[in-house]
């Protein structure tokens, strides 16, 4: 069972009501949604990190010292 907190900010009265097979929908379509967005931001993170890894071999490749590549790269 699934239940939703009604509170009257007049009153302070709280009523917990169960979600309609609608709400239950939404909810379930909502969490997907998100999931689907944090799974392609965290994709997009892991990218940007292995290009930046990627750039910081290359330039240590072409002799670089460390301090070097970690002015140039940040």
Not at 10 to 23: D, F, W, Y
Request: proline share 0%; aromatic share 2%; hydrophobic share 45%.
């Amino acid at each position: 069972m699934t239940t939703k907190l009604i509170i009257n900010c007049s009153t302070g009265e709280r009523t917990e009501l169960e979600l309609t097979a609608e709400e239950v929908a939404q909810r379930e379509a909502d969490a997907s949604a998100f999931a689907e967005q944090e799974a392609a931001r965290q994709a997009e993170l892991d990218a940007t990190a292995a290009a930046k890894a990627s750039a910081q071999a290359k330039l240590k490749a072409l002799g670089l010292s460390d301090a070097e590549v970690q002015a140039l790269t940040g």
